[in-house]
């Protein structure tokens, strides 16, 4: 007997087997429907069957989609399929599948000589900021603008000049629109030639090492070079707002560990206008150094622009992933990038003053134009991102794992956050994938809570606790926490030897003000002429934004039957109700129909420890029918903590 096609047979099943896996189909929630009768028999058709008229193709194609189908399937819906076919007007209609799709485009490494030295963009034996990922991806920071501020922009740089924007450029020192450095004998004007070459010196053109971001735009402002003042740091701050998208800046008050100073009215107003009128209203991007104070231990808390919820801190590490001796630790530091180190670690490679290059440029000045370009990239993959959605693109991608510190903490929400590194280390590749389909938050919310009523006095150690309901059931209700600044007025007389502590509802504690041996001042304090500490006024202010709003387009209009108003609008308009059920499982589910609007389900889990919910009349509902036997709580937008009921504030002279 031959055997021989018996031992054939498996490799044509196995073929056949191989096939069917790569070609099976992914089904999504959108249909294209071919209707004749025109546009209003389109609409007809799609509102009969709960479908949202996505809008007209060409000729008498439509686009529909149905809501109450998954997104992705592995399984087509037959029923609304064949409930459309049955409709006289639609003549032929298919769902939707996915298809892969390449680019061929070919993506390659630069060519430029000292690449292979810039370790930080492409390190295939460490880690490294994953550049490569957001370039192979077809983001180089096309279409973007950034500027830094700082001693001036060697304009004219062979590895500059093709990037260069002049309308993201001025003389704010000379009040003119050239912002050439100041050639000295110790070329001490090279600061901001430097960092722009982090962010955009030119790729593939034999000269030196490539930016971040290589097809951004790079400009300059000169306002370093002569004297300082808020109106200086104002102009610098505001200009050409809706042209230039990102600032970055890697300077700030002295970091010799007893100086407490920061934006004065103008640039604090500066500061304001840009993220609220800048780039058409999404908001200007200031992205700054932490500080190079480490030495003399001095805090970036003690910054008021590093500390402003307006600014994105950077902090360093080296190549080794360790915190730089110059390092600060604050809590207001939001990610990292890398930087120089010890005298064994590289340094930062980028454009240098005279046309030249180096590889030493170092500190966190070489980290935030890191960050400013990695940003660039995120903007470049979505334009409508708001500063405060780059805020959180920041936190959700940035990666904790090599950095070295003996203060990592998880957070109330399972991140790892830590005073030296922030968030982590930014995650270029990982940034652009995000922001390509991020929703963007709502507006900011700002809620205000009294903590004190009368002078505390410290003594060696004061504790505060109050419970914080975020402004609930009122206008400027914060469900979603972004950002939280602790407002106090102090009389003490030596700066330097107190400590404030703000521990959040998860657990998670916060160095606000941390002991500086070199602060001998009582400035900024009331002083009483002895050795007490008195607490005089305290208020924490809570920002983040408000209940999350539906989507209100006309496929999910939908009006709840035999409703009576349990909910109702500042101006007493009926706006909904709601129901809520208790499972076996204790868990709660809190249904909100909100007329005119489509159901919203949630579910609540017990494992959580209590916080205010989202929808107030619900919360107030479910949670007073079954305060012993459940816990509530709603993951949403929240950065660094859930909202709890208490917070808890550390004062330590």
């Given at each position: ?17 191989a ?23 389109a ?25 109450r ?38 993506y390659?490494?630069?060519?430029d ?5 810039q ?9 490294d ?61 090279r ?7 982090e ?6 053109n ?61 640039a ?70 890398y ?46 991102l ?35 590194y ?25 809620c ?24 609930l ?46 602060d001998?001042?009582s ?27 539906l989507n ?6 939908s ?7 349990k909910?109702f ?9 709601c129901?809520?059920?208790v ?58 903590i ?12």
């Open positions: 007997m031959d055997l021989r096609p018996a031992r054939l047979l498996p490799l044509p099943l196995l073929l056949t087997l096939v069917s896996a790569l070609s099976q189909r992914v089904y999504t929630n959108t249909w294209a429907v071919h209707v004749t009768g025109g546009a209003a028999e609409q007809r058709v799609a509102q009969k069957h709960g479908f949202v008229n996505l809008g007209h193709v060409f000729g008498d194609y439509y686009h529909f989609r149905h809501h189908v998954v997104k992705r399937s592995l399984s087509d819906h037959r029923g609304l399929h064949a409930r459309l076919q049955g409709e006289p007007q639609v003549t032929w209609l298919e769902q939707q599948v996915v298809k892969r799709r390449v680019k061929r485009d070919v390659s490494e630069p060519t000589p000292k690449f292979a030295q370790w930080y963009l492409l390190n295939p034996n460490r880690h900021l994953n550049a490569t990922g957001a370039w192979e991806q077809g983001f180089t920071g096309k279409g973007v603008v950034v500027s830094i501020l700082d001693d001036g922009i060697e304009k004219n740089h062979p590895d500059l000049i093709n990037n260069y924007d002049p309308d993201a450029s001025y003389d704010v020192n000379d009040g003119d629109p050239d912002p050439q450095p100041r050639y000295t004998q110790v070329n001490d004007n600061h901001g030639t430097r960092c722009a070459g962010v955009a010196a030119v790729a593939n034999g000269i030196c090492g490539v930016g971040v971001a290589y097809d951004a735009r790079i400009g300059g402002v000169r306002m370093l070079d002569g004297e300082v003042t808020d109106m200086v740091e104002a102009q610098s701050l505001s200009r050409n707002p809706q042209h230039i998208h990102i600032y970055s800046a890697s300077w700030g008050p002295e970091d010799d560990g007893k100086t407490v100073d920061g934006p004065a009215k103008l604090k107003e500066a500061f304001l206008r840009g993220v609220t009128e800048g780039r058409g209203g999404l908001g200007s991007i200031f992205v700054w150094a932490s500080g190079n104070g480490g030495r003399e231990k001095d805090s970036c808390n003690c910054d008021g622009y590093t500390n402003s919820i307006y600014t994105l801190s950077i902090s360093s590490s080296t190549q080794y992933g360790n915190v730089p001796w110059y390092s600060e630790a604050c809590s207001s530091t939001l990610a990292t990038t930087s120089s180190g010890n005298i064994n670690e590289k340094q930062i490679v980028t454009t240098d003053l005279r046309q030249k290059c180096t590889d030493s440029h170092t500190g966190t000045s070489a980290s935030a134009p890191l960050a400013a370009g990695i940003i660039a990239l995120a903007l470049e993959a979505n334009k409508n708001s500063w405060r959605d780059m805020q959180h693109l920041v936190v959700r991608t940035s990666r904790p794992a090599h950095l070295i510190t003996d203060d990592w903490k998880t957070n109330g929400v399972g991140r790892r956050v830590s005073h030296s922030g968030y982590g280390l930014l995650d270029a590749g990982a940034m652009v994938a995000m922001a390509q389909n991020w929703t963007s938050v709502g507006p900011q919310q700002k205000v809570v009294s903590m004190v009523t009368e002078p505390k006095n410290i003594g060696g150690h004061l504790i505060i606790s109050k419970s914080v309901d975020g402004c059931a009122k206008p400027n209700f914060v469900s979603s926490l972004e950002h939280a600044q602790a407002h106090l007025t102090l009389s003490y007389n030596r700066r330097g030897n107190l400590a404030i502590y703000l521990i959040s509802p998860m657990g998670t504690r916060s160095t606000l003000l941390a002991p500086r041996p070199h001998y001042s400035e900024g304090f009331t002083t009483t002429g002895d050795y007490g500490a008195l607490l005089l006024q305290f208020t924490l202010v809570l920002y983040g934004t408000g209940p999350e709003v209100t387009s006309s496929s999910e209009l009006q709840p039957s035999n409703s009576s108003c909910t609008d500042l101006n007493q308009n009926c706006i909904g109700e129901v809520y059920t499972t076996p499982a204790g868990h709660v589910k809190i249904i909100w129909k909100k007329l005119w609007m489509s159901v919203l389900k949630i579910q609540v889990y017990m494992e959580c420890i209590p916080i205010t919910f989202i929808f107030s009349h619900c919360y107030i509902q479910a949670l007073s029918a079954h305060i012993n036997k459940m816990y509530i709580c709603m993951f949403t937008h929240i950065l660094n859930i909202f709890h009921n208490d917070y808890l504030f550390f004062f330590s002279p």
